[in-house]
């Protein structure tokens, strides 16, 4: 059974940082291209930031392009999301999913819940 467990957010003021993890496991870990997600109340469900199952490839929304790092730790089957130059935008819950790279890429979302999502963490970027 995929369990996908998200943590580090928080509140934060504008211009901070905060370093995300999910650590995953029912699946193999080091075959899936990771993503992490965000959403926001009223809008749809976002991919932020994606990582091959390798990690030499990464692939960022345009909107976190220069703030944002993805990372994993494929012995430790967890991926990591650095947020830094935090805005009050930013504010949203944040989820990671495993996907191949294609599918990651292609796929919308309009909810970031169901099977292989999970329960999120929040971020509020706020004075």
């Known amino acids: 059974q995929v369990q996908l467990v998200e943590s580090g957010g928080g509140l934060v003021q504008p211009g901070g940082s905060l370093r995300l993890s999910c650590a995953a496991s029912g699946f193999p870990f080091t075959s899936y291209a990771m993503g992490w997600y965000r959403q926001a109340p009223g809008k749809e469900c976002d991919l932020v930031a994606g990582?091959?199952?390798?990690?030499?490839?990464?692939r960022y929304a345009d909107s976190v392009k220069g703030r944002f790092t993805i990372s994993r730790d494929n012995t430790r089957n967890t991926v990591y999301l650095q947020l830094s130059s935090l805005k009050p935008e930013d504010t949203a819950t944040y989820y990671c999913?495993?996907?191949?790279?294609?599918?990651?890429?292609?796929?919308?979302?309009?909810?970031?819940?169901?099977?292989?999502w999970g329960q999120g963490t929040q971020v509020t970027v706020s004075a």
């Open positions: 990582i091959a199952s390798g990690g030499r490839y990464t």
């Open positions: 999913r495993a996907d191949s790279w294609f599918t990651m890429l292609t796929q919308k979302h309009l909810q970031c819940e169901g099977d292989n």
